[in-house]
C-alpha cells in the first residue's frame, strides 16, 4: 500500500484513488461529529453556493467559521456535539470543503482526524489502493501547519510507525496555531479537547461529490 501526502492542489484534483481529508482545525472533527449523531450533510467549497442552497432548504443547519450575514454555527465539533441541530447540515469552510471538493477523480474521499484514525487505518489496508493524505491547508493558507503535522502522524500511524501524540500537541503548541484559534473561537479549550481525543467516534466519513456539493455519509451504515 503506497501512502503519499499531498504537496499541491493539482495532486488532489488529478488522485484515481483513496483520498484522505486532514483539516484539524476543525472541519475534520465537526464532520465526524455530525456523522455520529446520524446528521445528512452537504458540504460546499463555495460559500455563495451553499448560502443560496440554505436559503431555499430552511431545515438545514449550517456550520461555517466564515463570517457570513446568516444564521449559522461555528465549525465546532463541540458546537456538533452539545447543541440542538437539525438532521440535515450544510458545511462549508475555508480550507477542508475545498479539499473535498476538489478530490474530483477519488475512487473514496474519506475525512479524517486523530478522532477516527483506526476506522480510517481499516479501511485503507481492507481496500488496499493508493492513498493520497491532503493537509486541507494547501487549499487555503499553508502557514496552518497543523495539517501537514497531522497528515505526517496519520500516515506514520497507517504505516505503523512510531507515533507520539504529546509530541504533535507540542508541535503545534510552538507553532502558535492552538493559541490563535483560542483568540478567535469561543469553543477554542473544548474543541481542542475532542480534537485531541484519539478514536473518540467510531465513524468513516465518505463525501460523494453531487455538482455544488459532496454529500457525505457513514461508511458503515451504506452497507
Avoid: W
Avoid at 492513498?131 to 495539517?147: M, T
Avoid at 505503523?160 to 507553532?175: F, M, R, S, V
Amino acid at each position: 500500500m503506497e501512502i503519499k501526502i499531498a504537496k499541491k492542489n493539482e495532486e488532489v484534483e488529478s488522485f484515481k484513488d483513496i483520498i484522505i481529508v486532514v483539516d484539524f482545525f476543525r472541519f475534520s472533527t465537526t464532520i465526524n461529529a455530525l456523522v455520529s449523531k446520524r446528521k445528512k450533510i452537504f458540504v460546499f467549497a463555495d460559500e455563495n453556493k451553499a448560502i443560496d442552497f440554505y436559503n431555499q432548504n430552511k431545515k438545514f443547519s449550517f456550520f461555517s467559521e466564515k463570517d457570513l450575514n446568516i444564521r449559522k454555527f461555528d465549525n465546532s465539533p463541540y458546537l456538533s456535539l452539545s447543541e440542538k441541530i437539525n438532521s440535515n447540515v450544510i458545511v462549508v469552510t475555508n480550507s477542508g470543503s475545498k479539499a473535498v471538493l476538489a478530490s474530483k477523480n477519488a475512487y473514496k474521499i474519506i475525512i479524517s482526524s486523530l478522532c477516527n484514525i483506526t476506522k480510517t487505518k481499516e479501511f485503507i489496508l481492507k481496500n488496499n489502493r493508493k492513498v493520497l493524505i491532503v493537509p486541507a491547508c494547501i487549499f487555503f493558507n499553508r502557514d496552518h501547519v497543523e495539517d501537514f503535522y497531522a497528515s505526517e502522524f496519520l500516515k506514520n500511524f497507517f504505516e505503523n510507525k512510531k507515533t507520539d501524540l504529546k509530541e504533535l500537541k507540542e508541535k503545534i503548541i510552538n507553532a502558535k496555531r492552538i493559541e490563535e484559534l483560542k483568540k478567535l473561537r469561543k469553543t477554542a479549550e473544548e474543541d481542542i479537547k475532542i480534537i485531541f481525543s484519539v478514536d473518540l467516534f467510531n465513524t468513516l466519513p465518505v463525501a460523494k461529490i453531487l455538482g455544488d456539493f459532496a454529500e457525505v455519509f457513514d461508511e458503515k451504515s451504506d452497507n
